[in-house]
């Protein structure tokens, strides 16, 4: 087989998961609750077909295994995440020694077959305790989220060497504060961005314990999903309108965890509109003291958008949308499960503003993938053949590959994912892994898109 892609010596090939999303046993090991176990008890019916986050794909039990398939797929890294209150049921104070046992055993089982541990400290799942005293509004959080950043490294940093504050830290502002995908369903922009801005002093405070900790080889940073915004058109309306959602949505959290500061542009903007959020004395420096070494790249579809055909109504809660609308471009590629679309390009653009305005950041795809309902109906000989998420892979990683030989220091490649697991309210609706999983067997079986992935880690390229 000729490589027409080749990728540096040494690239990550990898997969990333959730906590909440694989493990289940999500009342077993005395785990605590966390937001998405509450939510479900509470409504049930806003979950597909009404499945929830209690057993999800079982990774507790069977680790094990899950590791070997990663081995025979030739992975040499795995990003997963620790779950919070799986770790200190009461999100500060005593840790839980069945959780330190779980997490010493996956990552010595990961180490032991030469897959290396990239670890995320949260994806989505505030403890239930630290959210009924106010989740990331109140400030007592964000010093517990500290305590338990340090715990952690403490307890792991002796064979963890890549971590991660945060998975995506604008979609539980999005979800839970301003568009009603994730508990605690509050639609309020002043709350989502104070929300938003305490979780950054969050990250900024554990970036702070990392340095204390002194790990050896270490390297912190934190994974954004970082969606370009287009313009609809060169006009100078469009033009603004794609420059405020990027804003809002991309440099928000970028900016400040890479360059140290917040947009002055954006700042502008929300003490226009009285919107900025409360802040302390020396949170300014915290933040320009605590950048991060590595950023993770999480990215599944571009962002789309035009001037605003109306004014926004402004008696309703403020809103990104009141400086842009959404732009459906004619003649896009979508995958219609997910209903996003897919632009190969984008993960380019992607890199080569990190190259141009962020220092060349060292940086690595930390997650991409295509979720496909209904894959069963895809399946010969028992082998799901999804031949549509060989194109997605290949045509992204063509760009990535572009992106490198013109310079960007992009180290590896992340799929979302591992194997099908629980997508949040989707739950298992749209399937992503390249290992197969039944729900009613918990069997796994690699996909064809898996068996194409041994043979990109084994070539290095394809
Ligand atoms: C990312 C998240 O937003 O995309 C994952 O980090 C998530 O947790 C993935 O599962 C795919 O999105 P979804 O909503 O289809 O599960």
Redesign the pocket.
């Known amino acids: 087989m000729s490589i027409h892609y080749a990728f540096p010596e040494g690239f990550w090939w990898g997969s990333a998961v959730?906590a909440t999303?694989i493990e289940g046993a999500a009342s077993e090991g005395g785990k605590g609750k966390n937001i998405w176990d509450y939510w479900y008890e509470q409504e049930p019916y806003r979950f597909f077909e009404n499945i929830g986050p209690e057993v999800t794909s079982d990774f507790y039990h069977r680790y094990k295994e899950d590791i070997q398939l990663m081995k025979e797929i030739g992975l040499n890294s795995f990003r997963f995440s620790i779950s919070w209150s799986r770790l200190i049921p009461e999100g500060r104070g005593d840790v839980n020694p069945e959780g330190v046992r779980f997490y010493d055993a996956v990552i010595d089982e990961l180490l032991k077959n030469d897959i290396e541990p990239f670890v995320t400290l949260f994806?989505?799942d505030m403890p239930l305790v630290k959210q009924n005293e106010g989740g990331w509004e109140n400030r007592a959080v964000v010093e517990a989220f500290a305590d338990y950043a340090k715990t952690c490294f403490q307890l792991f940093g002796d064979r963890v060497k890549k971590w991660f504050t945060f998975?995506?830290p604008i979609?539980p502002v999005e979800g839970g504060y301003l568009y009603d995908f994730h508990y605690p369903n509050v639609v309020d922009g002043r709350r989502a961005i104070q929300v938003a801005y305490h979780t950054m002093v969050a990250h900024a405070k554990a970036v702070e314990a990392f340095r204390k900790a002194e790990i050896k080889d270490g390297k912190i940073g934190i994974v954004l999903?970082l969606t370009p915004s287009y313009p609809r058109s060169g006009h100078p309306a469009d033009q603004k309108a794609a420059k405020i959602a990027d804003l809002f949505f991309n440099r928000s959290f970028l900016d400040p965890a890479v360059l140290g500061e917040y947009p002055a542009e954006l700042i502008e903007i929300l003490k226009a509109y009285d919107h900025l959020p409360q802040t302390e004395e020396g949170d300014a420096e915290l933040i320009r003291n605590h950048t991060v070494d590595l950023l993770g790249v999480?990215y599944?579809q571009p962002r789309r958008v035009k001037a605003k055909d109306h004014l926004p109504n402004t008696e309703g809660p403020f809103m990104p949308e009141w400086f842009f609308d959404a732009y459906e471009m004619p003649g896009r590629k979508m995958n219609p499960y997910?209903g996003w679309e897919i632009y190969e390009k984008g993960l380019y653009d992607i890199m080569i503003n990190l190259r141009d305005h962020y220092g060349n950041i060292e940086s690595f795809v930390s997650?991409n993938g295509m979720?496909v309902q209904n894959e069963e109906r895809f399946m010969q000989n028992g082998i799901i053949q999804d031949d549509y998420r060989i194109e997605f892979f290949k045509g992204h990683l063509k760009w990535l590959h572009q992106a490198i030989q013109e310079g960007c220091r992009v180290k590896g490649y992340h799929v979302?994912t591992f194997m099908d697991n629980w997508?949040?309210m989707?739950a298992y609706k749209?399937r992503?892994g390249l290992v197969s999983v039944d729900l009613k067997t918990q069997k796994r079986t690699i996909k064809k898109s898996g068996e194409w992935m041994k043979l990109v880690t084994r070539n290095n390229g394809f």
């Open positions: 959730s999303q994806h989505f998975n995506e979609v999903n999480n599944y997910r997650e979720g979302w997508s949040w989707n749209n992503y």
